[in-house]
């Protein structure tokens, strides 16, 4: 079992900055891959960015390439997303999941979910 919980949502500008973190509860998250996914209101979860265990591999979606950056501290037990550059339409809850499986932009990967955190972006 692992337990998630995102911090660094909030309130920002468009073409503001902000950055997420998810912390987690089990010592063993190095083995875990992890994915960022967002929910606007009345619109299906997407899937933002990704990192695998030892944060070799990163995948994005194609939306956010180039802005957004996924990273991790295995030491800290927290994987990180740097938002840059956002935009109005990017406001949603965003949510991180973490599978010791394989890593992808499939929510049903995932295993595991935090509660997610709120970003507004205000035009």
């Known amino acids: 079992q692992v337990q998630l919980v995102e911090s660094g949502g909030g309130l920002v500008q468009a073409g503001g900055s902000l950055r997420l973190s998810c912390a987690a509860s089990?010592?063993?998250?190095?083995?875990?891959?992890v994915g960022w996914f967002r929910q606007a209101p009345g619109k299906e979860r997407e899937f933002v960015a990704a990192?695998?265990?030892?944060?070799?591999?990163?995948y994005y979606a194609e939306s956010v390439k180039g802005r957004f950056t996924i990273s991790r501290d295995n030491a800290k037990n927290t994987v990180y997303l740097q938002m840059n550059s956002l935009k109005p339409e990017e406001t949603a809850v965003y949510y991180c999941?973490?599978?010791?499986?394989?890593?992808?932009?499939?929510?049903?990967?995932?295993?595991?979910w935090g509660q997610g955190t709120q970003v507004t972006v205000s035009s």
């Open positions: 089990r010592r063993s998250f190095s083995n875990y891959a």
């Open positions: 999941a973490a599978d010791p499986g394989r890593v992808g932009p499939r929510p049903n990967l995932y295993a595991y």
């Open positions: 990192i695998d265990w030892n944060g070799m591999r990163t």
